[in-house]
């Protein structure tokens, strides 16, 4: 049985419903492996989807990019794109590369949803194609706040086996835990588990101390499947995370009540609260590996991230001088003992 299969299997014991398979987005996957028609609105739906992704892809052929997720990936991990729901398309550039990117796909008919504001807030900005389909424009796969490999690492086409599992991580990471998220990481493992260079991965995870924050997913489907997988870190942490993660989706998938806010799992729901969201995102921080990045991590998410002060407050540059004034020693007493070593 696959790890797929294993995690559905657990899907199904809890009697999930569909209504709720379609709230945590795992309907089509489920129709799919059912061997069950999808709807022609549906099918049209994924077609648009990608037909805007690759078109969105050529309008950039001049600058380095790469499709993230989408009818692609679906392909890719499931055999079908129309095993994975999408509700829009993303790309990756290079962060010297986004004024140029953005001018490009408005050439083409994009509009742009929001003004650029800068690199430190977020990793993306969102256009809507000449049919409607929201495009993110991403210059980093996580929140700037996150150490992470730089956005070049990602760019073979297609992603390479190991940079697709860091940036799966990554975006399960994102969302605090989300099961549609969780199934393409039980699909990457049955399809490279055994093929991949997992010393690379592993290299990978402790060059930018990300370790158990990769390991956090993969510990859940150990937990869920009963198998044993090459986790780049086995600590207290990750136990902690992934133990709560799985308690919280038993819940969720074993009644038909609204979720609770302080489930993980269902984080993209409707039910969820905003400041629960903010607050687990922050403290799902401490999975980065080093004490003093970590808490860099925190401050300037706090302070400055997409969720931070910065974006509730008129006083921003008040808010960044804050951060940089608590950062400051953080950063002084690593590069001591960095010296030190």
Excluded at 323 to 340: D, G, H, K, N, Q
Aim: charged share 25%; proline share 6%; net charge positive.
């Amino acid at each position: 049985m696959s790890t797929v299969d294993d995690l559905l299997k657990f899907v199904g014991e809890g009697r999930v419903v569909e209504a709720r398979a379609r709230e945590l987005a795992v309907w089509p996957l489920i129709v799919h492996r059912a061997g069950s028609p999808t709807s022609p609105r549906e099918t049209a739906r994924v077609a648009l989807l990608r037909h805007e992704a690759r078109h969105a892809n050529a309008c950039l052929h001049a600058i380095p990019s790469v499709i993230l997720k989408g009818p692609d990936l679906a392909d890719r991990l499931f055999g079908s794109r129309l095993a994975r729901t999408s509700g829009d398309i993303d790309l990756l550039v290079e962060r010297r590369c986004v004024h140029q990117a953005i001018a490009a796909l408005r050439s083409h008919g994009w509009t742009q949803e929001s003004e650029f504001r800068d690199f430190e807030t977020n990793n993306q900005i969102a256009l809507t194609s000449p049919r409607g389909v929201t495009t993110e424009l991403h210059w980093a796969v996580a929140l700037p706040h996150i150490p992470q490999p730089p956005p070049v690492y990602f760019m073979d086409r297609p992603m390479r086996a190991e940079p697709l599992l860091i940036y799966l991580a990554f975006h399960f990471h994102n969302h605090v835990g989300f099961l549609k998220g969780l199934i393409d990481i039980a699909a990457w493992v049955d399809k490279y588990g055994d093929t991949a260079d997992w010393a690379e991965i592993h290299s990978i995870c402790r060059g930018y101390g990300i370790a158990a924050l990769v390991s956090w997913p993969l510990r859940i489907l150990e937990l869920i499947s009963n198998s044993k997988l090459k986790l780049p870190q086995r600590d207290p942490r990750v136990d902690f995370w992934a133990g709560r993660s799985v308690d919280s989706l038993r819940g969720i998938l074993s009644s038909t009540d609204p979720i609770a806010p302080t489930m993980m799992l269902g984080y993209k729901t409707e039910q969820s609260s905003e400041t629960i969201r903010v607050l687990n995102n922050w403290l799902s921080l401490s999975l980065i590996d080093r004490p003093d990045t970590a808490a860099k991590s925190w401050l300037k998410a706090v302070f400055i991230g997409p969720t931070g002060l910065r974006q509730r407050s008129p006083e921003a540059s008040r808010r960044r001088l804050l951060y940089i004034m608590m950062s400051r020693p953080l950063r002084l007493v690593s590069e001591a003992i960095t010296a030190r070593r």
